[in-house]
């Protein structure tokens, strides 16, 4: 087996196993002492010394791993916060700042632990400063790490999560990111066989607490249920604003045709299968020649191409899934967009070239069309050649796109 396969491929899931498993043993240990809860609570009160120390490292760890949580679950609109440089540098140093007051707070409980604590504990804390260390350094000697973390290490998690682990997403990252994501896992599979595995606990226990002093105060309770308002009330404004909104789409096709293999891999341009996206409306999806005559030429076949092959046979009409879908009362054109390399495809429909299943990258609203149609400046009128043409050739005029 090579080591690759085991880091990225079997390691991860064996660490989940060990904090999930080793810390359900740990409890059930402890309860057995003196109690469910009085062995518990006493474990809890031994290894509160231990961690206590600065508030500024368990501050500042709880925000990195929320950051790492919220990109996880959101990365694309991580990816479009960052399309901004002034956000993403922001966004950026902010994450260089809390990581390093984590870093510094983890430091001084080395300094205090040396010698005195116990030698899971204590290194347990050593592989926590060594994953924020190996991240600030991939931070520094690596630009715009929040970008590449969703486009190179969320499609490894990702797959870890479908059970069919990409290996080669992680395998060929540098060597401090690759410390960053091993150290961090190292961590998780430690923490049930230290004592930290109940200083955590603490937040949790004292809930029922915290929740009787919350319900004994009026002001207390009436800022939750404003709070609880603005929730349901932000809650709805989103939902309302994504309906009709399929960004994000990526269905299944019949046939699994690859844009990375063939914009990517081969570099084929995109209006060599889509030839109509220059004189139409529509781009179009290519005739079964197109595609039969470059297989062909090439001699390339695959299971996919046999499934074309089949149904070109058969004369059996391929019921392709409809991606991009604008609504009935808006026109688009691709031949005044993309007309004399006007606007690259990618500007509206993503990274295609990359992608091996096709997606809607953008959201496709009206909103995002205005806004592009401002920053190049389109304007309400044009002549070309000699001949004056619509008067809502684009721009902001209503009656272009509605009428």
């Not at 005195?116 to 290194?123: A, I, Q, T």
């Not at 997403?169 to 961090?184: D, K, M, N, W, Y």
């Not at 205005?370 to 004056?388: P, S």
């Amino acid at each position: 087996m090579r080591p690759a396969v085991f880091l990225y491929g079997i390691f991860p899931y064996l660490a989940v196993a060990l904090l999930v498993g080793g810390t359900a043993w740990r409890y059930l240990v402890a309860g057995r002492r003196e109690g469910a809860v009085l062995g518990i609570s006493e474990a809890r009160r031994r290894s509160a010394p231990l961690y206590h120390g600065s508030a500024a490292w368990r501050w500042g760890f709880g925000l990195v791993l929320l950051g790492h949580a919220g990109a996880f679950l959101v990365p694309r609109w991580l990816l479009a916060w960052n399309r901004v440089p002034v956000r993403q540098t922001l966004l950026e140093a902010t994450g260089f700042l809390i990581g390093v007051m984590a870093l510094a707070g983890l430091l001084l409980l080395l300094r205090e632990a040396r010698g005195r604590w116990p030698l899971p504990d204590f290194v347990l804390v050593l592989l926590l400063a060594t994953s924020l260390g190996s991240g600030l350094a991939s931070a520094t000697l690596y630009r715009w790490g929040s970008s590449w973390y969703a486009l190179s290490l969320l499609p490894w998690f990702q797959s870890l999560l479908g059970l069919a682990p990409d290996v080669s997403l992680a395998a060929g990252l540098p060597a401090t990111v690759r410390l960053h994501v091993l150290s961090g896992l190292a961590a998780a599979a430690l923490l049930p066989f230290t004592r930290a595995v109940f200083a955590l606990a603490g937040p949790v226990f004292d809930v029922s607490k915290r929740i009787a002093a919350l319900r004994a105060s009026r002001w207390a309770m009436a800022g939750v249920e404003a709070a609880m308002a603005l929730m349901t009330v932000l809650f709805l404004v989103g939902a309302f604003q994504r309906v009709g909104v399929s960004q994000g789409y990526e269905p299944a096709q019949p046939i699994a045709f690859s844009h990375r293999i063939h914009a990517g891999d081969y570099h084929i341009a995109c209006q060599y299968c889509h030839f109509a996206a220059e004189k139409s409306r529509h781009a179009g999806i290519p005739p079964e020649g197109v595609c039969m005559n470059c297989h062909s030429k090439l001699k390339v076949t695959s299971a996919e191409m046999e499934k074309l092959k089949e149904a070109v046979s058969q004369r059996r009409p391929i019921r392709w899934a409809r991606i991009h879908q604008l609504p009935d009362f808006v026109f688009f054109s691709h031949s005044q967009h993309v007309r004399g390399g006007r606007v690259a495809c990618q500007r509206c429909h993503g990274p295609v070239e990359t992608m091996e299943r096709v997606r809607q990258e953008e959201p496709l609203v009206m909103g995002w069309c205005l806004d592009c149609h401002r920053r190049e400046g389109v304007v309400t009128a044009a002549l070309r050649g000699g001949r004056q043409l619509h008067p809502a050739i684009g721009g902001l005029d209503c009656g272009k796109c509605h009428y």
